[in-house]
């Protein structure tokens, strides 16, 4: 059984900082691209960052120098660095783990962000 399990979500003043990870199980972890999205409230899920089996990343540009996306293949974990956290970064944040080769997907249960002061 395939599990993505968030964590290091909370509530944070603007201008701070979280570190979000998501521990993968079930699955060959080097094997999928893994993306954060997010979804705000009253919003539409948005993807935040990806990474690739290659490592290469990508950024939506709200995020961009502000958000790093890294993976460790070891301990099958893909974490979210956020800086500089604004109140619009305020949303519930989703781990995803895609196959390329295939149609496999998975989705983590989420993890809550709020940033407020």
């Known amino acids: 059984q395939v599990q993505l399990v968030e964590s290091g979500g909370g509530l944070v003043q603007p201008g701070g900082s979280l570190r979000l990870s998501c521990v993968a199980s079930g699955l060959t972890f080097e094997w999928y691209d893994m993306t954060w999205y997010r979804q705000g409230p009253g919003q539409e899920r948005e993807l935040v960052a990806t990474i690739i089996r290659t490592s290469d990343t990508n950024y939506a540009d709200s995020v961009k120098g502000r958000f790093t996306i890294s993976r460790d293949n070891a301990v099958r974990t893909v974490f979210l660095q956020m800086n500089s956290l604004q109140p619009e970064d305020t949303a519930v944040y989703y781990c995803?783990?895609?196959?390329?080769?295939?149609?496999?997907?998975?989705w983590g249960q989420g993890t809550q962000v709020t940033v407020s002061s």
């Open positions: 995803n783990a895609r196959n390329p080769l295939n149609t496999n997907e998975y």
